[in-house]
């Protein structure tokens, strides 16, 4: 059995945003804020991404033992307030009265940031030793294309105005890919062969293993590598469930 699929993401995006220059003085010995400039900048983008997909599965035993394979190609568009092309930039006169004490910091959108896109395999083999147990294996290879960073990254100094005065840029970024290969194991059976009541009870137990190479992003201070943003090497869960009559209730740790 199998299935094949293509699915056409059409995206236009039109984003407008606040550009505001900030001055920042001691005033009676307390730091103030007024703001110098304000203007409005307005962005416009779109794109096309075709998306196919397809899986198989087959029975190895009948019944009893199945395996299945897939292949995807993945998108997800960046979230919304990344995407907003507003800029707030600082000059610091608190100390001498000059702008060089600093620092100087601009924080800012990214209209211009692309989605996240990856190719995604699958294999998975599931096993049924009676009708009321699962036991599962399934193994994931990621092939990452680009991905964004969830918080802002420091791209240095630079002239954001062209006048001559340098600003640390604080934005989003995209990163250009990473590899990601890992393996999942599920397990689950009711159990049904207790008496009375207790029959009701169940048990869902899954673990995952998950390691990323290749991420390319480093730190800003010490140009160390970074791992992979929001990625765990290990994560499980475990329900203890009842079901039974009227009352269903379940009982999760993750």
């Known amino acids: ?22 001055e920042t003085r001691l005033v009676n010995g307390v730091a103030s804020t007024n703001t110098v400039a304000n203007t409005q900048a307005t962005f416009k983008r779109d794109y096309t991404i075709w998306l196919p997909s397809f899986n198989i599965q087959t ?12 292949f995807a190609q993945l998108m997800a568009r960046p979230l919304v307030n990344y995407l907003m092309p507003s800029v707030t930039c600082t000059i610091n006169y608190t100390n001498d009265g000059t702008s060089e004490d600093g620092p100087d910091s601009c924080t800012a ?28 294996a399934g193994f994931f290879y990621k092939d990452i294309r680009s991905f964004y960073l969830s918080q802002r990254t420091n791209l240095g100094q630079q002239d954001i105005f062209g006048d001559g005065t340098l600003y640390y840029y604080n934005t989003y970024i995209n990163g250009d890919g990473a590899k990601i290969s890992g393996v999942e194991l599920t397990a689950k059976t ?6 009375g009541l207790l029959s009701g009870f169940g ?25 992979y943003p929001g990625l765990s090497e290990h994560s499980y869960n475990a329900t203890l469930w009842y079901d039974k009559g009227p009352i269903n209730a379940r009982l999760a740790y993750n």
């Open 190 to 195: 009711a159990f049904t062969w207790l008496p």
């Open 203 to 227: 048990v869902d137990l899954n673990y995952t293993y998950q390691k990323a190479k290749d991420v390319g992003v480093f730190s800003s201070l010490d140009g160390s590598s970074l791992p």
């Open 109 to 136: 959108g990214n209209p211009g940031l692309k989605p996240y896109r990856a190719n995604q395999y699958d294999l998975s083999f599931e096993w049924y030793p009676d009708s009321d147990t699962q036991l599962s």
């Open 59 to 70: 029975w190895l035993i009948d019944n009893r033992l199945s395996a299945r394979a897939g």
């Open 1 to 22: 059995l199998g299935n094949f699929g293509l699915r056409r993401v059409y995206t236009e995006t039109s984003s407008t945003g606040q550009v505001t220059r900030n």
